[in-house]
């Protein structure tokens, strides 16, 4: 990897990653600030500024915004998580000035024209329709609540629809400059690109982004508690959390492990006690979140109400179980796929782009792809276990699930857990 960083003196970082053999580049701008970064009135205007960012500047259009990249065969894009929102477009290799030209404006110069704002409300009051449709969304959203309730890191990113349509462009411009400071921002490229025509283009382009710091979001606070909520739906959608760790915990790679261990593919303890040997379900997976200063352990699965409270039997002895006595085999298993999926993911631009930035996010400097890998292969049984353990003992358990009538004996069953640990 020929990974180059430069930190410019408004405290924005530029971080390339050339990959010679390619003709096209991926490149973004990625943001510190995601839907934790709300104030109490704020629900949802993270994910409605990124929207809007694409509808109009002073310069350009949204149509124009739009047809630019997609004039040279080029895509633009973009994504709003808890912690994070991140702007970022592929390009061929001539047309990264361009690109950087088309972000930096989208995000120093939006108009937030009110048409196109009453516009683009109706389209994210949609879309939180649509995800009010799809019953495994509602449970994650109904999960976060629970593990983290009444702060920001615990509301959807969504928001709702009045919270919605009670913006004006004066409020997202509040928020837009209150959080889009360049200490807050990574600029981060792979493939087709040379790292000091990068810099001189964002040298050039975001000079006008504040260089003092960002507000810090509150700490979160896992809560734990149970959520079910009665829907005529054929399954019942189950979602279980405890809390994790946060990304530079010594614990975080020992967890993984254990994660992938229980829930992380078919060879897992879960898939196959759950659904090979029990049939109890179709799909059932566990995966960890993990933020700046705390963790999200989950687990999902799907199963007819007669058979909910004997999955979450079989969930809640597997945890402990595996806490116990997961083997040499299993955790070789683990790691091996962690290592896959980490080696793999270099063969993507655009993979390597978004790892760069997070890895600045998490650790203030990219990570070489061998120190990842020797943290992984350091991970023992033992330190796996206790992972394991340390996991069950943290928090009391989340639990969220949604579908038929008559779940509270599940729900019962999941909140054992938590006096296991006691």
């Given at each position: 990897?020929?990974?180059?960083?430069?930190?410019?003196?408004?405290?924005?970082?530029?971080?390339?990653?050339?990959?010679?053999?390619?003709?096209?580049?991926?490149?973004?701008?990625?943001?510190?600030?995601?839907?934790?970064?709300?104030?109490?009135?704020?629900?949802?205007?993270?994910?409605?500024?990124?929207?809007?960012?694409?509808?109009?500047?002073?310069?350009?259009?949204?149509?124009?915004?739009?047809?630019?990249?997609?004039?040279?065969?080029?895509?633009?894009?973009?994504?709003?998580?808890?912690?994070?929102?991140?702007?970022?477009?592929?390009?061929?290799?001539?047309?990264?000035?361009?690109?950087?030209?088309?972000?930096?404006?989208?995000?120093?110069?939006?108009?937030?024209?009110?048409?196109?704002?009453?516009?683009?409300?109706?389209?994210?009051?949609?879309?939180?329709?649509?995800?009010?449709?799809?019953?495994?969304?509602?449970?994650?959203?109904?999960?976060?609540?629970?593990?983290?309730?009444?702060?920001?890191?615990?509301?959807?990113?969504?928001?709702?629809?009045?919270?919605?349509?009670?913006?004006?462009?004066?409020?997202?411009?509040?928020?837009?400059?209150?959080?889009?400071?360049?200490?807050?921002?990574?600029?981060?490229?792979?493939?087709?690109?040379?790292?000091?025509?990068?810099?001189?283009?964002?040298?050039?382009?975001?000079?006008?982004?504040?260089?003092?710091?960002?507000?810090?979001?509150?700490?979160?606070?896992?809560g734990g508690g149970i959520r079910v909520e009665a829907r005529d739906l054929e399954q019942?959608?189950?979602?279980?959390?405890?809390?994790?760790?946060?990304?530079?915990?010594?614990?975080?790679?020992?967890?993984?492990?254990?994660?992938?261990?229980?829930?992380?593919?078919?060879?897992?303890?879960?898939?196959?006690?759950?659904?090979?040997?029990?049939?109890?379900?179709?799909?059932?997976?566990?995966?960890?979140?993990?933020?700046?200063?705390?963790?999200?352990?989950?687990?999902?699965?799907?199963?007819?109400?007669?058979?909910?409270?004997?999955?979450?039997?079989?969930?809640?002895?597997?945890?402990?179980?595996?806490?116990?006595?997961?083997?040499?085999?299993?955790?070789?298993?683990?790691?091996?796929?962690?290592?896959?999926?980490?080696?793999?993911?270099?063969?993507?631009?655009?993979?390597?782009?978004?790892?760069?930035?997070?890895?600045?996010?998490?650790?203030?400097?990219?990570?070489?792809?061998?120190?990842?890998?020797?943290?992984?292969?350091?991970?023992?049984?033992?330190?796996?276990?206790?992972?394991?353990?340390?996991?069950?003992?943290?928090?009391?358990?989340?639990?969220?699930?949604?579908?038929?009538?008559?779940?509270?004996?599940?729900?019962?069953?999941?909140?054992?857990?938590?006096?296991?640990?006691?």
């Open positions: 990897m020929s990974v180059e960083l430069t930190r410019l003196p408004s405290g924005l970082v530029v971080v390339t990653d050339a990959m010679p053999h390619l003709e096209t580049a991926s490149l973004g701008v990625w943001v510190g600030c995601g839907s934790r970064d709300e104030r109490e009135e704020e629900h949802g205007i993270a994910h409605l500024l990124e929207h809007m960012a694409f509808k109009g500047t002073s310069r350009r259009t949204a149509r124009q915004i739009a047809e630019e990249i997609e004039a040279v065969g080029g895509d633009l894009n973009a994504a709003t998580s808890v912690e994070t929102t991140a702007y970022y477009a592929r390009v061929l290799r001539a047309d990264v000035p361009l690109a950087l030209d088309v972000l930096s404006d989208i995000l120093a110069d939006p108009t937030f024209d009110p048409e196109e704002l009453a516009r683009e409300q109706n389209v994210i009051v949609q879309e939180i329709g649509a995800a009010e449709d799809t019953p495994d969304d509602i449970v994650f959203d109904h999960l976060q609540a629970t593990a983290f309730p009444a702060q920001p890191v615990g509301r959807s990113i969504l928001g709702t629809p009045a919270s919605i349509r009670s913006f004006d462009g004066a409020r997202l411009r509040a928020y837009l400059g209150r959080n889009y400071r360049a200490p807050e921002m990574v600029v981060a490229a792979a493939g087709a690109v040379e790292h000091r025509a990068v810099v001189a283009e964002v040298e050039r382009r975001f000079s006008a982004f504040n260089g003092s710091a960002a507000p810090v979001p509150d700490p979160a606070k896992f019942v959608h189950i979602a279980l959390a405890l809390e994790g760790v946060p990304q530079r915990d010594p614990e975080l790679y020992a967890l993984q492990v254990f994660t992938n261990v229980v829930g992380g593919g078919m060879s897992s303890r879960l898939f196959q006690e759950v659904r090979e040997k029990r049939g109890l379900c179709y799909a059932i997976y566990t995966f960890h979140s993990p933020y700046s200063d705390t963790g999200l352990f989950g687990l999902y699965a799907g199963t007819d109400a007669a058979d909910a409270s004997e999955l979450m039997r079989v969930v809640v002895d597997q945890l402990g179980a595996a806490a116990d006595d997961l083997d040499a085999k299993e955790v070789d298993r683990a790691k091996a796929q962690m290592k896959a999926g980490l080696l793999m993911a270099l063969e993507s631009s655009s993979a390597r782009a978004e790892q760069l930035a997070r890895q600045i996010f998490a650790h203030g400097r990219p990570l070489a792809i061998e120190e990842i890998i020797a943290k992984v292969d350091a991970v023992t049984v033992e330190s796996a276990r206790a992972a394991g353990r340390e996991l069950i003992r943290r928090s009391p358990p989340a639990f969220a699930a949604l579908g038929p009538a008559g779940l509270e004996s599940a729900a019962a069953i999941a909140e054992s857990l938590g006096r296991q640990a006691a």
